[in-house]
């Protein structure tokens, strides 16, 4: 059994338990009894990790204890801030130094060199960080911490000339432009960028004239509406046959509407079609009966 100095610690190393009494071999039964988890060599948890991102923010933690000079960075940073990414490499922790050095890449862990004089964690830097690896991480990071007002526009625009001549500094322009702090969730945020590239603008959340209704976007000087359907985001049954009604209801008014999953968005030229019909089917219903 696990001495509860354990079982309470967020992490712990195999020295810790060994100082308990736990031996390697109580270790190895108990990874495979699932009561722990095994994060690296010589570092476990008996925490729940459900998700992914729990798992990596551990991981995070552990590198970067092991080295005071460094914050960090990157996607690392953006889920320590609790902000969303895009399909990141979950396996490996990035930090950046806040002394000179070289930058350092093995197994697991990146080690990137300072940015201008950055020594301490900063939210906006950490989103630029996420958004030279992947524009679609970028964007979801920055509108989620323009939404939870963890950051202004200002603030992202400041940290764009430190990172001149980084490898990915082209995003930044493109997350800068299409950021925008009303989007709710990741999902539209990903939307935006990918009607952005099929070049359509996305205007978010959409209050529909005459109603009530908000959708999640319109497409700009359109009348098509985008919905972002998630995993989950109508669990409740009644919740589905509601949302359904109020469907009905919008395009009974002449609108069109797409909903857009993840799926969907793997697949743009699938999305472009339903664009193109749904934009067909706007301009039909909006002609006047002869």
Not at 10 to 38: E, I, K, P, Y
Not at 51 to 63: F, M, N, S, T, Y
Not at 139 to 144: N, S
Not at 155 to 164: N, Y
């Amino acid at each position: 059994m696990l001495p509860p100095e354990l079982a309470e610690l967020d992490v712990f190393a195999t020295s810790h338990a060994r100082r308990l009494g736990l031996s390697d071999a109580d270790l190895r039964a108990a990874v495979n009894a699932q009561s722990l988890v095994r994060l690296k060599r010589g570092w476990y948890t008996a925490q729940s990790l459900p998700w992914p991102a729990d798992r990596h923010r551990l991981l995070a933690g552990i590198e970067h204890a092991a080295r005071p000079d460094t914050v960090p960075s990157h996607y690392s940073a953006a889920i320590l801030l609790g902000l969303p990414v895009f399909r990141p490499d979950w396996a490996t922790v990035h930090l950046m130094r806040t002394t000179h050095g070289a930058p350092q890449n093995r197994d697991g862990l990146v080690i990137h060199k300072q940015v201008a004089s950055f020594d301490q964690p900063n939210v906006a830097l950490a989103v630029a960080q996420t958004a030279l690896l992947c524009p679609v991480s970028g964007l979801m990071a920055y509108d989620a911490a323009l939404h939870s007002r963890l950051l202004g526009t200002d603030d992202f625009a400041s940290v764009i000339g430190a990172l001149e001549g980084w490898t990915g500094r082209a995003n930044l322009a493109v997350v800068r432009r299409l950021g925008d702090g009303r989007r709710e969730s990741a999902l539209e945020s990903r939307t935006a960028l990918v009607y952005d590239r099929l070049r359509f603008s996305v205007e978010p959340q959409f209050a529909v004239p005459g109603t009530a209704y908000i959708a999640d976007g319109r497409i700009r000087g359109t009348t098509v509406l985008i919905e972002c359907d998630g995993d989950g985001k109508y669990v409740d049954q009644r919740a589905v046959l509601a949302e359904k009604s109020r469907e009905n209801e919008i395009r009974a008014l002449g609108w069109s509407m797409i909903r857009v999953t993840d799926d969907m968005l793997d697949r743009p030229r699938l999305l472009y079609a339903r664009t193109q019909t749904a934009l067909r089917d706007a301009s039909i219903s909006a002609v006047p009966a002869a």
